[in-house]
């Protein structure tokens, strides 16, 4: 029998002054907000069409699990809990049924079916995978846990050009690690106004 893939994506709920705290601080609460709000309704309906894996959401604040309007159709909403990044990262990694777990975010408007595909399929022959990001961060992290889940997050200097390295340094010489290409999340207006091309 085949495992299942489970693809998670991590979201915070749109709530206008609520979302992209950096980026709003440079292009105005409203217009982070509807930026988010796009990148929600591009990324995550063509993720959830495709039938290779089974569509997670990972939402925060907890009690928007329970439903709300903001999420697109395809999706299971699973609250994110609290803690860190890693420790919220972590309990999907431990908690969801037998199969590889591939983590997204969704602020990465380009992220595209086909680079969910490469990772379940790096995932094949290798123990993880990782999507890079060029501020030293990555857009995607994937285990096969074919092995026990061990802490792949301890230590790991959040929101800072050390956030890669340092997730890396927690896996063992004998464990093999996949590299995708580099994407960007927007976290700020420079992000933005180079993801358009503007800069």
């Given at each position: 029998m085949t495992a299942t893939n489970h693809l998670v994506a991590f979201a915070k709920t749109p709530r206008l002054g609520r979302v992209k705290g950096r980026l709003a601080a440079d292009v105005g609460a409203l217009a982070a907000t509807a930026f988010y709000r796009r990148t929600l309704g591009a990324v995550l309906p063509?993720?959830?069409?495709?039938?290779?894996?089974?569509c997670w959401l990972a939402v925060t604040p907890d009690r928007d699990a329970r439903g709300s309007a903001s999420w697109p159709a395809g999706w299971r909403p699973i609250p994110q809990g609290d803690g860190d990044l890693g420790r919220r990262m972590a309990r999907p990694l431990r908690r969801l049924p037998p199969g590889p777990v591939v983590i997204i975010g969704t602020d990465v408007?380009?992220?595209?079916?086909?680079?969910?595909a490469?990772?379940?399929?790096?995932?094949?022959?290798?123990?993880?995978?990782?999507?890079?990001?060029?501020?030293?961060?990555?857009?995607?992290?994937?285990?096969?846990?074919?092995?026990?889940?061990?802490?792949?997050?301890?230590?790991?200097?959040?929101?800072?050009?050390?956030?890669?390295?340092?997730?890396?340094?927690?896996?063992?010489?004998?464990?093999?690690?996949?590299?995708?290409e580099t994407l960007d999340d927007i976290d700020d207006g420079v992000g933005l106004e180079r993801w358009r091309g503007t800069v």
């Open positions: 063509p993720l959830a069409r495709d039938g290779r894996w089974r408007p380009d992220i595209r079916p086909a680079h969910v490469r990772a379940f399929a790096a995932l094949g022959a290798n123990d993880a995978v990782f999507g890079p990001s060029s501020d030293g961060g990555y857009w995607l992290i994937g285990l096969n846990r074919r092995r026990p889940v061990f802490a792949p997050f301890k230590g790991v200097r959040w929101s800072t050009e050390f956030a890669l390295a340092d997730t890396l340094a927690n896996f063992g010489d004998g464990q093999r690690i996949a590299l995708l």
